[in-house]
Each structure stands twice: as structure tokens, then as C-alpha cells.
């Protein structure tokens, strides 16, 4: 009898430590813009993120913008890669059916010209903050960190 109730503890103790752990709660990647005024006013840029993940997929994918808003990504090891392409000032429109009425229409884009990247460690539950600088003529860079106030 006292053998089965050892054996019922250590099955216990077992089953508890093999019991799946409780996630970690998702960090946030807040990648804050740093750019020069556009090289042609007729060409809009557009910055662009994504978070690759050690596997080498792209977890999650975003656009830069002005106010840096925070992207949640599960805790975990990844490579920030950014860039920049630039909008054409035109759209082009293609037929899809000859003589048809329906036509396909684009926004041709040109680059990007460098990408950047960076390694970093997310938490869960914490923040990492990144610069994007554009250092001019398609060339950029990627920082750990906030920009200092100029």
C-alpha cells in the first residue's frame, strides 16, 4: 500500500513538471522614423519593417510611419529588417481582357534601394525601441534605441 501511494506521488510530481508552461504575454517593437526631407517631392517614400523569426519566415510585416506605434510580436530572437521604396509619381493602367472593360492599374515603385537590419531580443511583455535613420541616397541604418532630442 505504501508503495502505490509513492508511486501515485511521483506520478504526480512527474506530470506537474511536464505540464506545458504558461506563454509569455507578446513584447513590442516600437521602430522610431528618423528621416531627411525627400530627395523629389514627386516621390513619395514609403518605409517598410518586417520581423523575421530564426526560422527565416517573416512573422509579421509593417510600414513605418511618423508616430511610431508599437508591433507585437511573441517573445523571441528575430532580425528587424527595414527599407525604403519610393512611390512613381504615375499609375499604370493594363488591360486584362483585349477589347475587355476590366484593367488592372499599379503604382509603380522604384527600390529598394538598401535594406538594414538589426538583431534584437523581444521579451514578453517589454518594449524594444529602434531608429531607422535615412542617411540619404538609399543608404539607412538601423539602431538600438530611441534618437536622442536635437
Known amino acids: 500500500m505504501g508503495l502505490s501511494i509513492l508511486a501515485a506521488a511521483v506520478a504526480a510530481i512527474v506530470a506537474g513538471c511536464m505540464a506545458t508552461p504558461?506563454?509569455?504575454?507578446?513584447?513590442?517593437?516600437?521602430?522610431?522614423?528618423?528621416?531627411?526631407?525627400?530627395?523629389?517631392?514627386?516621390?513619395e517614400p514609403v518605409r517598410r519593417a518586417h520581423a523575421v523569426s530564426v526560422?527565416?519566415?517573416?512573422?509579421?510585416?509593417?510600414?513605418?510611419?511618423?508616430?511610431?506605434?508599437?508591433?507585437?510580436?511573441?517573445?523571441g530572437t528575430y532580425r528587424?529588417?527595414?527599407?525604403?521604396?519610393?512611390?512613381?509619381?504615375?499609375?499604370?493602367?493594363?488591360?486584362?481582357?483585349?477589347?475587355g472593360s476590366q484593367s488592372t492599374c499599379i503604382q509603380p515603385t522604384l527600390g529598394p534601394s538598401h535594406f538594414c537590419a538589426i538583431?534584437?531580443?523581444?521579451?514578453?511583455?517589454?518594449?524594444?525601441?529602434?531608429?531607422?535613420?535615412?542617411?540619404?541616397?538609399g543608404v539607412c541604418d538601423l539602431a538600438a534605441g530611441s534618437p536622442s532630442p536635437t
Not at 507578446?26 to 528618423?34: F, M
Not at 527599407?83 to 477589347?99: A, K, R
Not at 538583431?119 to 541616397?137: A, I, M, P
Open 22 to 43: 504558461t506563454p509569455l504575454p507578446p513584447g513590442r517593437v516600437v521602430v522610431t522614423l528618423d528621416a531627411a526631407p525627400p530627395d523629389n517631392a514627386l516621390f
Open 55 to 75: 526560422d527565416g519566415s517573416v512573422d509579421v510585416g509593417w510600414r513605418i510611419l511618423e508616430g511610431a506605434a508599437p508591433v507585437e510580436l511573441p517573445a
Open 80 to 99: 528587424l529588417e527595414a527599407f525604403t521604396v519610393i512611390l512613381s509619381d504615375f499609375i499604370q493602367c493594363n488591360e486584362d481582357i483585349p477589347g
Open 119 to 137: 538583431d534584437l531580443e523581444v521579451r514578453g511583455g517589454g518594449d524594444v525601441s529602434v531608429t531607422y535613420r535615412e542617411l540619404g541616397e
